[in-house]
């Protein structure tokens, strides 16, 4: 906004000290801002005599105010006194009328009003503590975000050590602030007896250690010859929490000591000792105090959970995924046995500025969700995304507010609200991240004490966890961790926020099952391109688990007959639907190139399973959902059982037509299952399992991930858990029921109608129980005995029994 003024006082400067070696020119503009000030200083640095000008206000500039001015005052003239004028102006006071450098009355005023704001009270010269107030940015009124009570604070700092060598003023415009910060520790300092030049502003082992032994106020206490009640008030206010600073120690004091305490997780006194005193004024507080939380990056397998425990942690949190930090596959089971819960974190650098954009952001929101999933974590829990460098305020608007805008997106691609974002960082980022509604529960990195962002700053409202000290565990097993106070916010997930996922042991090593990190990625991918794709606002037909499953058939398993088995969604549709289907597929296959390996350190090369013949199977089962009594064959088994069954007797009914000596039974027992043949292991094994995934996905609304995890887990419990689920869910387990859909099979002239005769060729094939002219050929009582066998046998082998 332009000040007439402020420029005057810019054309001043420009034509008075232009020419002077060392000045900077100022933009004639009438804002005030830095430059003007910076401008200011240099002018009265020349005036002081000085040659090597610069923009700070500092030794040089201090000693030779001191040694040629002393005060300024009413009898002052020239250029020092409108060098004082601008300074004034810029500041928001009237810096007086004359034009020739001339002291009036209304610069004598504002001297006095200037002086009483900054809590001197009424002066008519200006020192050089108030020369370096004026010339400087700082604010003496409140402020409109500021607290008349904070105020009140620092006026009385101002008013208590202005007259010490090293203190300068603080701001009274109601913020706490870093300078504010260290105007109260050097106040402290003062208390404790250090002379100036040794008090230096920061909380040291001197502060400490006199803080400690001398600093404790308590109910009735009142300031007499040190200020040490008075100090503890105004820390109790930089802190949220309103007193009178009065130095008097009443019943106000200590209900405002106690509700620090509480909301700091101190020990509840009431009075003001040293614990209370730390966290007041440093972000660590007291780092000696023992937290209940820890986080490392280090892999807790064998003993180090237990270890953690036995140092008095119920919490720990470890990394989604890192080079060598991330958790391992059996790491949170060992966690949870150990009574511990467990605080995702998901870091990939986060530690410099150059890490945060709003696209990188929901890049990393995107792939923690994928590896919560992978790691089983349920819904709902809460992810910590770092900042991890001193962002400074201007880089939390510009870099870190649009960074979390697009974790939060990434978080809520696929579905949203699946998991919650918290932030982890200093406190004022994880006080303004939660103030924009973009992070929640913090994770203070408090141990960062001299960071911007936790000097002059409180504890952020709701903080979860503040982390304060780095710390190694004892014994031969030594590693590192980070010690952290937790509070009752905290939301650890717990043995019933995770759900078990399928592992494998290989040369003892616990590895994560392949396809189960492979399914879990992909489904991710699909359903955030099914979310994002539209056709003039029409959403895809296809559901998830159809883009997987014929992405992972393609390769081996969408040749005839299986794009009559299960044909893609898009070839019945027309229009925007089918646009929008088509477009989401292809959208989806090219997506899915980048998550089609895994990392052979998390995952074994191999899980046992044909996967392009169980995803062909599983997506025949889900385009026919079952519609039909458990006794027939439906269309959805000539995808799966059915058809191999058919198989294997393709193969008995061409064996037996030259050796007379074969029969159903024994044939089927071995062929069901066996090393290849029509009705192989790995077959048998995909029919099983591709049945019951999508019975999951059908009846039970679990994604197709989830499902095929479960199968992969209940397989490792039970070797048999397949073949049983699938007979209870096709079949209620019913044997009669397995041999009447096996005898509807070879009766169906539906079936061997259209899939049976694309898979078997052209030459006649004879159907069980079928006579045929061959002097070899079975007689009446084989005949018809060999359909009933074949029913009774696959019933067998698919009950166990027999």
Same mark, same amino acid.
Not at 779 to 793: H, I, M, V
């Given at each position: 906004?332009?000040?007439?003024?402020?420029?005057?006082?810019?054309?001043?400067? !420009?034509? =008075?000290?232009?020419?002077?070696?060392?000045?900077?020119?100022?933009?004639?503009?009438?804002?005030?801002?830095?430059?003007?000030?910076?401008?200011?200083?240099?002018?009265?640095?020349?005036?002081?005599?000085?040659?090597?000008?610069?923009?700070?206000?500092?030794?040089?500039?201090?000693?030779?105010?001191?040694?040629?001015?002393?005060?300024?005052?009413?009898? &002052?003239?020239?250029?020092?006194?409108?060098?004082?004028?601008?300074?004034?102006?810029?500041?928001?006071?009237?810096?007086?009328?004359?034009?020739?450098?001339?002291? +009036?009355?209304?610069?004598?005023?504002?001297?006095?009003?200037?002086?009483?704001?900054?809590? %001197?009270?009424?002066?008519?010269?200006?020192?050089?503590?108030?020369?370096?107030?004026?010339?400087?940015?700082?604010?003496?009124?409140?402020?409109?975000?500021?607290?008349?009570?904070?105020?009140?604070?620092?006026?009385?700092? !101002?008013?208590?050590?202005?007259?010490?060598?090293?203190?300068?003023?603080?701001?009274?415009?109601?913020?706490?602030?870093?300078?504010?910060?260290?105007?109260?520790?050097?106040?402290?300092?003062?208390?404790?007896?250090?002379?100036?030049?040794?008090?230096?502003?920061?909380?040291?082992?001197?502060?400490?250690?006199?803080?400690?032994?001398?600093?404790?106020?308590?109910? /009735?206490?009142?300031?007499?010859?040190?200020?040490?009640?008075?100090?503890?008030?105004?820390?109790?206010?930089?802190?949220?929490?309103?007193?009178?600073?009065?130095?008097?120690?009443?019943?106000?004091?200590? *209900?405002?000591?106690?509700?620090?305490?509480?909301?700091?997780?101190?020990?509840?006194?009431?009075?003001?000792?040293?614990?209370?005193?730390?966290?007041?004024?440093?972000? =660590?507080?007291?780092?000696?105090?023992?937290?209940?939380?820890?986080?490392?990056?280090?892999?807790?397998?064998?003993?180090?959970?237990?270890?953690?425990? +036995?140092?008095?942690?119920?919490?720990?949190?470890?990394?989604?995924?890192?080079?060598?930090?991330?958790?391992?596959?059996?790491?949170?089971?060992?966690?949870?046995?150990?009574?511990?819960?467990?605080?995702?974190?998901?870091?990939?650098?986060?530690?410099?500025?150059?890490?945060?954009?709003?696209?990188?952001?929901?890049?990393?929101?995107?792939?923690?969700?994928?590896?919560?999933?992978?790691?089983?974590?349920?819904?709902?829990?809460?992810?910590?995304?770092?900042?991890?460098?001193?962002?400074?305020?201007?880089?939390?608007?510009?870099?870190?507010?649009?960074?979390?805008?697009?974790?939060?997106?990434?978080?809520?691609?696929?579905?949203?609200?699946?998991?919650?974002?918290?932030?982890?960082?200093?406190?004022?980022?994880?006080?303004?991240?939660?103030? &924009?509604?973009?992070?929640?529960?913090?994770?203070?990195?408090?141990?960062?004490?001299?960071?911007?962002?936790?000097?002059?700053?409180?504890?952020?409202? /709701?903080?979860?966890?503040?982390?304060?000290?780095?710390?190694? =565990?004892?014994?031969?097993? =030594?590693?590192?961790?980070? !010690?952290?106070?937790?509070?009752?916010?905290?939301?650890?997930?717990?043995?019933?926020?995770?759900?078990?996922?399928?592992?494998?042991?290989?040369?003892?090593?616990? %590895?994560?099952?392949?396809?189960?990190?492979?399914?879990?990625?992909?489904?991710?991918?699909?359903?955030?391109?099914?979310?994002?794709?539209?056709? !003039?606002?029409?959403?895809?037909?296809?559901?998830?688990?159809?883009?997987?499953?014929?992405?992972?058939?393609?390769?081996?398993?969408?040749?005839?007959?299986?794009?009559?088995?299960?044909?893609?969604?898009?070839?019945?549709?027309?229009?925007?639907?089918?646009?929008?289907?088509?477009? &989401?597929?292809?959208?989806?296959?090219?997506?899915?190139?980048?998550?089609?390996?895994?990392?052979?350190? %998390?995952?074994?090369?191999?899980?046992?399973?044909?996967?392009?013949?169980?995803?062909?199977?599983?997506?025949?089962?889900?385009?026919?959902?079952?519609?039909?009594?458990?006794?027939?064959?439906?269309?959805? *088994?000539?995808?799966?059982?059915?058809?191999?069954?058919?198989?294997?007797?393709?193969? @008995?009914?061409?064996?037996?037509?030259?050796?007379?000596?074969?029969?159903?039974?024994?044939?089927?027992?071995?062929?069901?299952?066996?090393?290849?043949? /029509?009705f192989s292991r790995a077959a048998y094994v995909a029919d099983l399992d591709g049945y019951v995934a999508a019975s999951m996905v059908l009846r039970d609304g679990v994604p197709l991930d989830q499902a095929m995890s479960r199968i992969l887990l209940e397989t490792s419990r039970r070797a048999t858990w397949p073949r049983d689920e699938f007979a209870a869910r096709r079949f209620e387990g019913r044997r009669d029921a397995v041999e009447a859909a096996v005898a509807h099979l070879f009766t169906s002239s539906v079936f061997f109608g259209t899939t049976f005769a694309q898979e078997a060729g052209s030459d006649p094939l004879r159907l069980p129980g079928q006579? @045929?002219?061959?002097? *070899?050929?079975?007689?009446?009582?084989?005949? &018809?005995?060999?359909?009933?066998?074949?029913?009774?046998?696959?019933?067998?082998?698919?009950?166990?029994?027999?």
């Open positions: 906004m332009f000040d007439h003024w402020v420029h005057r006082t810019q054309v001043w400067l !420009n034509g =008075t000290y232009g020419a002077v070696a060392g000045f900077v020119r100022v933009t004639e503009d009438g804002e005030t801002g830095w430059r003007t000030i910076w401008a200011l200083r240099r002018a009265l640095q020349h005036e002081l005599g000085l040659t090597a000008l610069s923009d700070a206000f500092g030794p040089a500039t201090t000693a030779a105010y001191v040694a040629q001015v002393g005060e300024l005052g009413p009898t &002052a003239r020239g250029n020092l006194v409108r060098i004082l004028q601008g300074g004034l102006w810029c500041s928001g006071y009237p810096g007086g009328y004359a034009a020739d450098g001339v002291w +009036d009355d209304t610069l004598t005023a504002s001297v006095g009003r200037l002086a009483t704001d900054m809590g %001197l009270g009424l002066r008519s010269t200006v020192d050089v503590t108030m020369m370096k107030g004026v010339l400087s940015m700082d604010a003496y009124v409140l402020v409109p975000r500021g607290r008349a009570t904070v105020r009140a604070a620092q006026q009385a700092l !101002n008013r208590a050590y202005v007259g010490r060598r090293d203190y300068a003023l603080v701001p009274c415009d109601g913020v706490y602030s870093r300078d504010v910060q260290r105007g109260l520790v050097l106040g402290i300092q003062y208390e404790l007896g250090m002379a100036d030049g040794v008090a230096n502003g920061n909380v040291g082992p001197g502060t400490q250690s006199g803080l400690e032994t001398s600093g404790t106020v308590r109910l /009735g206490d009142v300031d007499r010859t040190r200020r040490f009640v008075q100090l503890f008030q105004s820390a109790l206010v930089f802190n949220g929490h309103d007193v009178a600073v009065d130095g008097s120690f009443g019943g106000g004091t200590r *209900d405002a000591v106690v509700a620090f305490q509480e909301f700091a997780c101190l020990p509840v006194t009431g009075v003001g000792d040293y614990p209370t005193w730390a966290s007041l004024l440093v972000s =660590t507080g007291d780092p000696r105090r023992q937290g209940t939380a820890a986080d490392t990056s280090v892999p807790l397998l064998g003993q180090r959970a237990a270890t953690l425990r +036995d140092l008095g942690y119920e919490t720990v949190g470890r990394y989604l995924t890192g080079k060598d930090k991330h958790l391992r596959a059996g790491e949170i089971e060992a966690i949870h046995a150990a009574g511990l819960g467990l605080v995702p974190i998901y870091q990939e650098w986060n530690n410099a500025p150059e890490h945060f954009t709003r696209a990188k952001g929901r890049a990393q929101g995107v792939a923690a969700v994928r590896r919560a999933r992978q790691l089983g974590i349920v819904p709902g829990a809460v992810i910590y995304f770092p900042v991890d460098f001193d962002a400074t305020d201007g880089d939390v608007a510009a870099l870190v507010l649009p960074f979390f805008e697009g974790v939060r997106d990434g978080v809520g691609a696929a579905r949203p609200g699946e998991y919650r974002v918290g932030v982890y960082g200093p406190r004022h980022v994880c006080s303004r991240v939660t103030a &924009a509604g973009l992070g929640e529960l913090p994770f203070v990195a408090g141990l960062s004490r001299g960071w911007s962002g936790n000097l002059g700053y409180p504890l952020p409202q /709701g903080w979860a966890y503040d982390q304060i000290q780095t710390r190694w =565990t004892p014994g031969l097993d =030594t590693f590192a961790y980070d !010690n952290n106070i937790q509070s009752p916010r905290a939301e650890p997930v717990g043995p019933s926020g995770v759900r078990a996922v399928p592992t494998r042991s290989v040369s003892g090593t616990t %590895l994560f099952s392949r396809l189960h990190l492979q399914l879990t990625a992909l489904h991710h991918w699909a359903e955030e391109c099914l979310a994002v794709t539209r056709v !003039n606002d029409v959403a895809p037909a296809a559901g998830a688990a159809d883009l997987v499953l014929h992405h992972l058939q393609r390769p081996a398993r969408w040749d005839p007959p299986w794009p009559g088995h299960a044909p893609l969604v898009e070839w019945s549709l027309t229009g925007d639907a089918q646009a929008a289907t088509s477009a &989401a597929r292809a959208a989806f296959e090219e997506r899915a190139a980048e998550v089609g390996g895994v990392d052979p350190g %998390l995952a074994p090369e191999d899980d046992d399973v044909d996967v392009a013949r169980w995803a062909a199977v599983c997506r025949a089962a889900l385009a026919h959902p079952d519609d039909a009594p458990v006794e027939v064959c439906r269309a959805g *088994d000539l995808g799966g059982w059915a058809l191999d069954l058919a198989l294997l007797w393709e193969q @008995y009914a061409r064996a037996r037509a030259t050796d007379p000596g074969l029969r159903v039974a024994p044939w089927f027992r071995a062929g069901i299952g066996g090393e290849d043949g /029509g006579p @045929y002219d061959h002097p *070899d050929a079975p007689g009446p009582d084989e005949l &018809a005995e060999e359909l009933p066998a074949l029913a009774r046998t696959f019933a067998d082998v698919l009950l166990g029994q027999g």
